[in-house]
């Protein structure tokens, strides 16, 4: 029987290609999707019966608890967890209002906490397990005018190497992997002289694509990553090192 793994927000973008590398590398991936039911139909409709979509929004932890009681019981026992699902917003600090601020620490740090409990049931029980967390360069470094932003990503490496201290005992390895910038819809309303700065600023020169994070991704869900925990991985081409 396949493992598992666990997708949030796999219906495009970066989560889409963590989604085919792991149906890639043998495994059958649940994803969640909030917004975009067609992509993630297309996206089963590409990878057949290794791949199962469901509609969620992480920022509702009952929710979010039965659909992984769902895939537990359906689709098969999830082995890796994938928090990827999460949105980004540019503003002055001063620009943020109440809301704002709850919407982004809800989506991109409260729904990895949501999801990763709710795995947890199970992971520990069977004492086997991975979570993999999609922070960003500006979790580590900070990013102007991404304040809210920049403070969940960094939340949730300071959730990754907390959690893994907790659950090793169990057999659970948790880490993050730290996009830098990235080719998605994300960048996609960046000019062509700002995205032609930002190649300046990275030693390799280039823009990131989906894959060089998803390759990272394979690499903590696989059994050559089972000493490693509690690390976060930059994926950045080298930019502020």
Same mark, same amino acid.
């Given at each position: 029987?396949?493992?598992?793994?666990?997708?949030?927000?796999?219906?495009?973008?970066?989560?889409?290609?963590?989604?085919?590398?792991?149906?890639?590398?043998?495994?059958?991936?649940?994803?969640?999707?909030?917004?975009?039911?067609?992509?993630?139909?297309?996206?089963?409709?590409?990878?057949?019966?290794?791949?199962?979509?469901?509609?969620?929004?992480?920022?509702?932890?009952?929710?979010?608890?039965?659909?992984?009681?769902?895939?537990?019981?359906?689709?098969?026992?999830?082995?890796?967890?994938?928090? /990827? !699902?999460?949105?980004? #917003?540019?503003? &002055?600090?001063?620009?943020? @209002?109440? $809301?704002?601020?709850?919407?982004?620490?809800?989506?991109?740090?409260?729904?990895?906490?949501?999801?990763?409990?709710?795995?947890?049931?199970?992971?520990?029980?069977?004492?086997?397990?991975?979570?993999?967390?999609?922070?960003?360069?500006?979790?580590?470094?900070?990013?102007?005018?991404?304040?809210?932003?920049?403070?969940?990503?960094?939340?949730?490496?300071?959730?990754?190497?907390?959690?893994?201290?907790?659950?090793?005992?169990?057999?659970?390895?948790?880490?993050?992997?730290?996009?830098?910038?990235?080719?998605?819809?994300?960048?996609?309303?960046?000019?062509?002289?700002?995205? /032609? !700065?930002?190649?300046? #600023?990275?030693? &390799?020169?280039?823009?990131? @694509?989906? $894959?060089?994070?998803?390759?990272?991704?394979?690499?903590?869900?696989?059994?050559?990553?089972?000493?490693?925990?509690?690390?976060?991985?930059?994926?950045?081409?080298?930019?502020?090192?």
């Amino acid at each position: 029987m396949k493992n598992v793994a666990l997708v949030t927000g796999g219906a495009k973008g970066i989560g889409s290609a963590i989604v085919k590398r792991l149906i890639n590398d043998g495994y059958k991936v649940a994803f969640t999707y909030n917004n975009s039911e067609e992509k993630a139909q297309e996206l089963c409709a590409e990878m057949g019966v290794e791949c199962k979509a469901y509609k969620l929004d992480i920022t509702d932890s009952g929710a979010v608890k039965n659909v992984i009681s769902d895939i537990e019981n359906t689709f098969g026992e999830i082995a890796v967890l994938v928090n /990827n !699902a999460g949105i980004a #917003e540019q503003a &002055l600090f001063t620009d943020i @209002t109440d $809301e704002m601020w709850h919407r982004m620490i809800e989506a991109n740090l409260s729904g990895a906490f949501y999801c990763s409990r709710a795995v947890l049931k199970y992971m520990i029980n069977r004492k086997s397990g991975k979570i993999i967390n999609i922070s960003s360069i500006w979790g580590e470094t900070g990013g102007s005018c991404e304040v809210h932003y920049s403070a969940s990503k960094s939340g949730l490496i300071g959730m990754t190497k907390a959690l893994a201290k907790e659950v090793g005992l169990s057999g659970i390895t948790v880490n993050s992997v730290s996009p830098g910038v990235i080719l998605t819809d994300m960048t996609s309303h960046f000019d062509e002289k700002t995205m /032609n !700065a930002l190649k300046e #600023e990275t030693p &390799l020169y280039r823009i990131g @694509t989906p $894959e060089d994070v998803a390759g990272a991704v394979s690499f903590l869900a696989s059994k050559d990553a089972d000493f490693i925990t509690g690390q976060n991985i930059s994926v950045n081409g080298g930019m502020n090192i």
